[in-house]
């Protein structure tokens, strides 16, 4: 292997880890938004909660299509192998997103007839949220792959394993849109926020240990991954940094803090993120696939690679300038849309 063929698929699985991450960070709180949707009753908290994110809701989701796009132009032979062995979660998700997303347009136009798109809003952010765990799960608990095609049935994602996750990455996400509405709003909506952001913080720390404890149980690797020595001494400071950082969110929440609750919920889904990586690296489909086994070949790897040093920096730039141009808090009867 050629050192080309080594390097670039690193940097291709690096672009796509970054473009994944900042997905679930930025789509994670406006999903979050509308799965505490139903917990905000008055019609002025409601309007307040989706004016937090109206500038922001949209652009989030160019990392889903970027991390989605990059799979397949970098790693055909993954994406070729996970697509079918969870086509049904996937395709639920993006029926979600588009529903959640014309829910989203609709309400304003519809008022005062507008309750049936206050349930697709919030329908739809939660079952995508949920799809999107089921797909983690379903990931995590390995595909069964023979020949380099996918060989398993069309339910093989369907686990109490997959479940559990989908219901985390519920919890998780409306942890975000709370402490994002701590940051972003006043008055009876923070207070609101602040009052359901201490469960959710304790549910999502729940679902971490459950899974920190159910993968290495079931999966060899896994365990070999972490528990060997010295990986041991190393690796456990990532559940150290994960209490010091739920003790920070619980902290700024209690306190009354506006960005720490935010910050360090951000800072516990990429330790999470950072621990999945290092638990099924360097597979992109585990346990027999590799990035080297799934690469296309250098020279489209090269092609593309071009086009992604460009957009992606502009991309990033634009969403710099849109955070700073909408920053502060929002007042009760204000509003971006």
């Known amino acids: 292997m050629s050192n080309l063929e080594y390097t670039l698929p690193v940097i291709w699985a690096l672009l796509i880890g970054l473009s994944v991450a900042l997905y679930v960070v930025l789509d994670g709180f406006d999903l979050g938004i509308g799965i505490l949707f139903p917990f905000f009753r008055q019609e002025a908290e409601r309007d307040l909660v989706m004016n937090s994110v109206a500038p922001f809701w949209d652009g989030n989701e160019t990392w889903l299509v970027m991390g989605g796009v990059g ?93 559990m996750c989908g219901i985390a990455l519920v919890v998780g996400y409306g942890l975000l849109g709370a402490t994002w509405l701590m940051m972003k709003t006043g008055g009876d909506v ?106 296309a070949h250098p020279s489209s790897q090269v092609f593309f690679l071009i086009g992604a040093s460009i957009l992606m920096p502009l991309i990033l730039v634009y969403f710099v300038f849109v955070f700073w141009l909408f920053r502060g808090k929002l007042k009760p009867g204000e509003g971006y849309h």
Request: with cysteine.
């Open 71 to 163: 799979l397949w132009v970098a790693f055909p032979k993954a994406y070729a192998i996970v697509l079918p062995a969870v086509y049904l979660p996937v395709i639920v998700m993006l029926l979600a997103l588009i529903f959640r997303g014309v829910a989203f347009e609709f309400r304003w136009v519809a008022k005062p007839h507008h309750h049936a798109w206050d349930v697709a809003f919030a329908a739809g952010s939660t079952v995508a949220a949920f799809a999107q765990g089921v797909v983690l799960g379903a990931l995590l608990q390995e595909i069964r792959v023979e020949g380099g095609s996918f060989a398993g049935g069309a339910l093989d994602w369907l686990t109490p394993f997959s479940i």
């Open 190 to 295: 923070e207070t609101h926020a602040r009052r359901i952001g201490i469960p959710l913080l304790f549910g999502l720390l729940a679902c971490i240990v459950v899974v920190s404890i159910w993968t290495p149980l079931e999966i060899e690797r896994i365990a070999q991954r972490w528990f060997s020595i010295p990986n041991f001494y190393l690796l456990s400071q990532v559940p150290l940094a994960t209490l010091l950082l739920a003790w920070l969110c619980w902290r700024g929440i209690r306190k009354g803090y506006a960005i720490t609750p935010f910050a360090s919920a951000v800072g516990l889904f990429l330790l999470a993120y950072a621990g999945l990586v290092i638990s099924n690296a360097p597979y992109l489909v585990p346990p027999s696939v590799t990035l080297w086994d799934a690469a």
